[in-house]
């Protein structure tokens, strides 16, 4: 059974950098059927997806992030990465990892396996 | 981007009655060449993230009662349970995955009448 588990600091600094990291178990990290993804909801409100990666390194982006964001993959640690720099109060949120399924030739399809996600705090 | 809008916002359906939650997308979301719509639907239970439900509009994922049901095409779409348990309180979203950025629905909270 695939698992995915979100790791990192639970309270960031504003204008600092938030770093997290998500360790895919019960699977590779290298199938070529899957993308891996990070989608946050800030407390009380919807989904926002913020990128996506193969295990090859193409990744995706959402334009309202993508001046601040890197998404990064670590296939011989099964895990992959998130850095979203100069954080607000307005970052604080749940941040799940996924598995966005994929096959070749399209764009990544729907998310398939979640993380228990992480609640990320920016505060001073 | 596509925006996606539910409706209602919230419903509350008595035990074993029909609740329907409409998704409405700002741009068809069916790709003509195979003729499937790149929508899926989720649900989310209070402090649990979300599980996969619906995908390609109509298909059920494979655990999901069969109670639960989604129809639709192109910028219009629905998710349907047929018989309300106590255990599909949750917030419901859809997604689509037609065009980058992936967005969401901003959910319908369902609940016990």
């Known amino acids: 059974q695939l698992q995915l588990q979100e790791s990192g600091p639970g309270l960031v600094k504003p204008s600092e950098t938030l770093s997290l990291t998500c360790t895919v178990s019960g699977g590779s990290i290298t199938s070529s059927s899957c993308y891996w993804g990070w989608i946050r909801q800030p407390p009380g409100k919807g989904l926002e997806w913020i990128a996506n990666?193969?295990?090859?390194?193409?990744?995706y982006y959402n334009p309202s992030l993508k001046s601040r964001v890197t998404i990064s993959v670590d296939t011989s640690n099964n895990h992959f990465s998130l850095r979203l720099s100069s954080v607000t109060a307005a970052d604080t949120a749940v941040y799940y990892c996924a598995r966005q399924f994929y096959e070749r030739g399209q764009l990544p399809y729907y998310f398939d396996y979640w993380g228990q996600g992480t609640l990320v705090t920016v505060s001073s | 981007d596509i925006v996606l809008t539910q409706s209602p916002d919230s419903l509350a359906v008595s035990l074993g009655e029909r609740a329907t939650i409409n998704c409405k997308s700002s741009?068809?979301?069916?790709?003509?060449?195979?003729?499937?719509?790149?929508l899926g639907w989720y649900q989310q239970k209070p402090g649990q993230p979300p599980r996969l439900l619906i995908y390609w509009a109509s298909a059920r994922e494979s655990g999901v009662p069969d109670r639960f049901s989604a129809s639709g095409s192109g910028t219009d779409f629905t998710l349907a349970i047929s018989s309300l348990q106590a255990e599909d309180v949750a917030v419901y979203y859809c997604?689509?995955?037609?065009?980058?950025?992936?967005?969401f629905g901003q959910g319908t909270k369902v609940e016990i009448k």
């Open positions: 990666i193969y295990y090859s390194g193409s990744a």
């Open positions: 741009q068809s979301v069916l790709y003509t060449s195979n003729n499937k719509n790149y």
């Open positions: 997604q689509q995955y037609y065009s980058t950025p992936w967005t």
